[in-house]
């Protein structure tokens, strides 16, 4: 079994930005007066090559800010050829750089199969052989499990039911009748996407989505939100779905109907609340993502929450307050404000960093 003080789960954005601040923290470790060595750590990573997720998004996603405003802590992001806000690829070329500039400890196509309590705190268990650790971050986000809702009729359709994991260009559903069903923003972004090669695109919700105004961007969202994070009474910006360029053309040609929901999927199509009844040929999921910690149910045992998602300080949102030792970055609100976001990750990561040297630092460091 290999030894380390603290074991990263996943090499994401998370994952990454929790690793530099204690590459950076070790780098000061003797100028800042600690004893002995700086904790040793490794990051283990399903994937094979670095990207995270972002190597898995569909091919014209761009993100919302400029690549100056979506940067991890410690190196900016190059904007990319051509101009505009970087696209998914280019958010892959960056973490890839971003590993090789802080030579952070990346073990490959090393998925966490579970996390139990032994050796030195913690085993991780993998395909390739167990990691001990005294401390755990979980960092692995959401993608890997999405969350797939049962349509009625669903089992009936005879046309192809797939989610925004599996969604990659709209060609493959060239000439065909498509229902995007999600009311956020990779709904939105989808059936806009869509509307270069499909026939028809639905774009169904339970409620009508609220589009931001269209003078609002990703560089006023971030604006806005460093405002509020400085404590700032700055109110609330109207609508939940940025209104990108694509989205609003598909808007403004009427190239996407929004329907309520369907009362029912039906072997060739989908029954209407009216009582009407349409042929659909694919049904795309955007109905987002639950956290992806399956490996961490061995603690279930031992006292930790997985549902709706574990419990963590309050004032330290990413230290689990039901298994000493085990911390989360990455996943949202109740793991820090905006640390789903890969600008606003960086803050939730140096929070961890810290919060993990100061457990460690009555002990010592492992050998």
Known sequence: ??????????????????????????RRWARDGRPGKPP??????????PGGSWQHYW???????PAGMSSLPGMLMSQPPGGGNPRAADVVDYFSSYEDRYDLPVVRATPALSVTRGGPGFVVDTPRGQWGARVVVSATGTWTNPHIPRLPGSDEFAGRICHTVDYRTPEEFAGQRVMVVGAGNSGAQIAADLTDAAEKVWWATTEPPELMPDGIGGRELFAHISRWLAGEDVGTIPGSIVATGPVRRARDRGLVARVPMPKRLTQAGAVWPGGAEERVDAV???????????????????????????ATDEAQPTRSTEIPGLYFVGYGQWTGAMSATIVGVGRSAKGAARAVLDDLAPRGTAS
Request: glycine share 12%; charged share 20%.
């Open 1 to 26: 079994m290999e030894s380390v003080d603290i074991v990263i789960i996943g090499a994401g954005q998370a994952g990454l930005a929790v690793g530099y601040h204690l590459r950076r923290a070790a």
């Open 40 to 49: 040793s750590f490794v990051l283990l990573d399903a994937e094979s090559r």
């Open 59 to 65: 091919d014209s996603l761009r993100i919302f800010t």
């Open 284 to 310: 795309i999921l955007c109905t987002g993502f639950r956290p992806s910690l399956g490996y961490l149910e061995g603690l279930e045992e031992e006292g930790l929450t997985l549902e709706p998602h574990p």
